[in-house]
């Protein structure tokens, strides 16, 4: 009898861990928590990633609808960081998003505090970091104090007059290349830079274009800034990483070659935006 119940207690206790294993074995194929997963990745390149366990993604914490903290909630959301967390799930590692002012940004992923953001490529940025493949196509655009209409049609016209620029962005790069003429008034971010072209302290300010249109509706500005339709610039975006990480860009390129095959970026955008009103272009 007591044989009998031993027996039954041990087939019992072999029956739970067979469950248990099995329970951990689905659980690790359908989230996807083993490094280099669903990649490519070399063994030198998964060890690497076991090594350093976590990445760092910088970024600026208010570029609406691209990447911002939401006053609501506090949650930090947008169209970037949902493809920075796709990224950590085809990684199979933790990437933890860190948004603060754009200045700050480039500082931390200067020093390799931080191992990750999405720019603009350019010579300038080329000396410090190295650019992934791109992940999309962005548009710089003009907005312009609207009583100035008449005055101001083009970069040309704000030859000896005031932009209010993001400090630290492509945008102010590429005045100081091609426009020195212009004034440059360094401002925080996008929204700070409508208000002043708004209430006429600068004349107008240079940016990315869904986080331009986007902080214009916010604010009801459409009668004190106007629009120029023609693009300034159109770029591609990547990832940057710091030249002291050189390991890094191979596996970052994987991973947005494996997002690519699944139009990930594609999905989050109708999630964002619906399929009719598309933000940004594809590759």
């Not at 199979?92 to 200067?110: A, F, R, S, Y």
């Amino acid at each position: 009898m007591l044989k009998s119940k031993l027996s039954k207690n041990i087939l019992k206790i072999l029956l739970l861990l067979l469950v248990v294993f099995i329970s951990i074995t689905f659980i690790n194929d359908y989230f996807d928590f083993d490094v280099g997963k669903n990649t490519s990745l070399t063994d030198e390149e998964i060890e690497w990633l076991k090594n350093n366990e976590v990445l760092i993604y910088a970024s600026d914490k208010n570029a609406p609808p691209l990447r911002y903290l939401d006053d609501n909630d506090g949650q930090y959301k947008g169209v970037l960081i949902d493809y920075v967390h796709f990224l950590s799930i085809e990684l199979g590692i933790k990437i933890e998003v860190k948004p603060m002012l754009w200045e700050d940004v480039m500082l931390e992923l200067t020093s390799g505090n931080a191992d990750l953001c999405d720019m603009f490529a350019s010579e300038e940025r080329a000396k410090k970091f190295y650019f992934s493949k791109p992940i999309y196509n962005l548009r710089g655009i003009l907005a312009i104090n609207s009583d100035l209409t008449d005055e101001i049609k083009s970069l040309e016209d704000l030859k000896g007059r005031t932009m209010a620029i993001q400090k630290e962005d492509y945008a102010s790069e590429y005045l100081a290349k091609n426009y020195p003429e212009i004034n440059q008034l360094f401002v925080a971010d996008l929204e700070e830079a409508l208000h002043l072209v708004a209430e006429g302290k600068a004349d107008a300010t240079l940016g990315d274009e869904p986080v331009m249109t986007y902080q214009i509706d916010k604010h009801n500005l459409h009668n004190k800034i106007t629009i120029n339709d023609k693009a300034v610039y159109e770029n591609q975006v990547v990832f940057a990483i710091p030249k002291s990480k050189p390991n890094l860009i191979s596996i970052i390129n994987k991973g947005i070659n494996s997002m690519n095959e699944k139009n990930v970026l594609e999905k989050i955008q109708q999630k964002w935006f619906g399929i009719s009103t598309p933000i940004v272009k594809y590759r």
